[in-house]
């Protein structure tokens, strides 16, 4: 389990913050380099699931009273440091009229699609521990666990509420849930284009059939002088079956030329798919 003030794709209010990297000056003034800003307690990149590329995750040593740490992203350390390793380096928080300790990174994860509006790329992302920043954001409880998750939702908030009687829960979702509304669009195009695509086989095998079947009764004199003279009906199952096979195999190979082409326009259409 972990606390977040965002978990990802969440459609309440999300938290950016302009960064600032230490001894990098901005090549371009006009360039203000934005990240996606999580405040997380220990515990929460692991039940998220997020991969650990370097380094090392949020732990219960990073306390107030210590070094200022933080996780970045791939795409947040590709950003501020290309071509360089970002374990150790330093980076801050910046808004106007408010100056923000330096953080040293101590960690880079594989990208997360925290942002709603922006999922189709990889936005940088950086996670702060919780007990090193003063904040009143509302949190989110993140528990993962081996049986269903909604079967949980009881016992988790009779577990808040031993520690807090006063402390609201609400909005009690499972990720799937999230997933299922943010991915309604493309889960339809994908139940469409399958349908059509079964909808196509039916018809192709439909036609198949029909044209086999038109071509051996036109054949049928010829089957039977060939079986007068001594064929077995493994002679003739070879014959009209061969002539099906060339015309299958030349479909085949047109069939697979014309969607080698038609998958890199889908690719195109569709999230994080390869052809």
Known sequence: AGMTT??????????????????????????????????VTPGYLETLGATLTKGRLIEKS?????????????????????????????????????????????????????????????????????????????????????????????????????SDPDQPVSNVLTMNAILSSVLVTERFGAVLMGTLALSGLLLAALGLYGVMAYAVKQRTGEIGLRVALGAQRRHVLRLVVGDAMKLTLLGVVIGFLVACAATRVLVSLLLDLSP
Do not use: C
């Not at 070094?67 to 374990?87: H, K, N, S, Y």
């Not at 101590?106 to 919780?130: A, C, Q, S, T």
């Open 6 to 39: 965002n978990i990802p794709l969440e459609r309440e209010t999300a938290y950016d913050a302009i960064f600032d990297v230490e001894g990098r000056p901005a090549s371009n003034p006009n360039d203000v380099p934005i990240t996606s800003h999580r405040i």
């Open 62 to 162: 990073d306390r107030a009273d210590t070094l200022p740490v933080v996780v970045v992203t791939e795409e947040f350390a590709r950003q501020a440091w290309p071509g360089t390793d970002p374990i150790g380096k330093l980076v801050r928080r910046v808004r106007a009229g408010r100056t923000f300790p330096w953080m040293t990174v101590v960690g880079v994860v594989k990208d997360v699609k925290e942002d709603l509006f922006n999922y189709r790329i990889n936005r940088p992302v950086w996670y702060v521990p919780y007990a090193q920043v003063d904040n009143n954001f509302p949190l989110n409880l993140v528990v993962r666990s081996r049986p269903d998750p909604t079967s949980l939702t009881a016992a988790l908030r009779e577990t808040i509420h031993r």
